[in-house]
């Protein structure tokens, strides 16, 4: 029964594959015919104001196109990388060595920078260098992510931004690691760090590795010392901080997966990339927490002693002559309310 329905998946997969070439084949001669017409009957135009302009108009076209067609073919496609060596000793090490001098861009801070024979020892030197950058931009733009997850959680604005911010990382650290950029390349890269990340294959024994450091990081010593409000309040900060967490620990593991990926030079280093990424994301996203936990815990506390409340008891319920402000906040301060109280109960009939 299980091959009968194989067959008949493969099968589909045949016919859908087959359409699409057939339609894209379809697009492309009509498109190709409509240009063809378009540019002729521009050329007869021009004939008619003077006997050469027409021709001068078609070969200027048709340069144009194929100059467009070239760069195109470059920009799409993807450039030949040698066999990756087994091991350090490996014949392949030598012919790849070659390879990543090319490839990689000399770091302005490495002391050998301008010397034109480049061996394994500068182009690990180098492989350095541009580490410690790809890891502060990782950090850079994984601070700000905290921020996003914590403010703008389960909302269509912060998962965007979330997304956007991991690409820009990969990105960037795309950009620094190669001379040409080629966009199938920069894909691969993503598709590759993507199915690196915790859920993206779901997995039940990888999450409390995730989790781990994520749950570490928000219960630091300054969530207990810096929550504001009182202990009603609670729940409701300790949501942030996670939800920042989480997404920092996400953006740092990307960066840094793509980091390791930019610079594997063994088959053995590919295959530890992911274990360790992770030790290295959960001691970047301890000092990121580290940094936000206090901005963030400080800022809330203001907003909160400014709107005039130490705890949500100290809120009025929404009065007929109030603003709409102040019913917003009775109602957010209620709702937090009964979400406290159902978790206190149900903790209660649990135990």
Not at 270 to 282: G, L, P, R, V
Not at 292 to 298: D, E, G
Request: glycine share 4%.
């Amino acid at each position: 029964m299980a091959k009968h329905h194989h067959k008949k998946t493969a099968d589909m997969k045949r016919k859908a594959a087959s359409f699409l070439y057939t339609a894209l084949i379809a697009v492309l001669l009509l498109t190709i015919v409509i240009i063809v017409n378009q540019l002729h009957t521009t050329a007869k135009l021009l004939d008619s104001l003077h006997p050469y302009a027409g021709l001068v108009f078609l070969f200027l076209s048709f340069g144009i196109i194929l100059a467009a067609l070239y760069t195109g073919s470059r920009f799409f496609s993807v450039p030949k990388t040698p066999l990756l060596p087994e091991h350090e000793n490996s014949k392949e090490m030598e012919l790849y060595i070659g390879w990543l001098a090319e490839k990689l861009p000399g770091h302005p801070m490495h002391p050998d920078a301008s010397k034109l024979q480049k061996d394994k020892r500068w182009i690990r030197t180098n492989l350095k260098f541009l580490e410690v950058d790809a890891f502060n931009i990782t950090k850079q733009i994984a601070t700000k992510n905290f921020f996003v997850g914590a403010f703008a959680q389960n909302t269509s604005y912060g998962t965007t931004t979330s997304l956007l911010n991991n690409v820009k990382v990969i990105w960037n650290i795309y950009t620094i690691h190669n001379r040409e950029q080629h966009l199938r390349e920069f894909i691969d890269l993503v598709r590759t760090v993507y199915a690196c990340l915790p859920l993206s294959d779901f997995r039940k024994e990888e999450i409390p590795a995730h989790i781990k450091p994520i749950i570490q990081s928000s219960f630091s010593n300054t969530l207990s010392s810096l929550l504001p409000g009182g202990n009603l309040l609670t729940p409701f900060f300790l949501n942030l901080f996670l939800a920042g967490s989480t997404n920092t620990y996400l953006t740092c593991l990307a960066g840094i997966i793509a980091t390791h990926q930019c610079q594997v030079m063994t088959e053995k280093d590919k295959k530890e990339i992911i274990q360790q990424s992770m030790f290295e994301a959960s001691f970047m996203l301890k000092e990121i927490v580290r940094e936000c936990n206090p901005i963030l815990s400080v800022t809330i506390s203001k907003a909160v002693k400014n709107a005039g409340m130490e705890s949500l008891d100290t809120i009025q319920p929404p009065s007929t002559g109030g603003g709409m402000a102040q019913d917003i906040v009775s109602h957010l301060a209620s709702s937090l309310k009964q979400i406290i109280r159902e978790n206190i109960t149900t903790k209660q009939n649990e135990e």
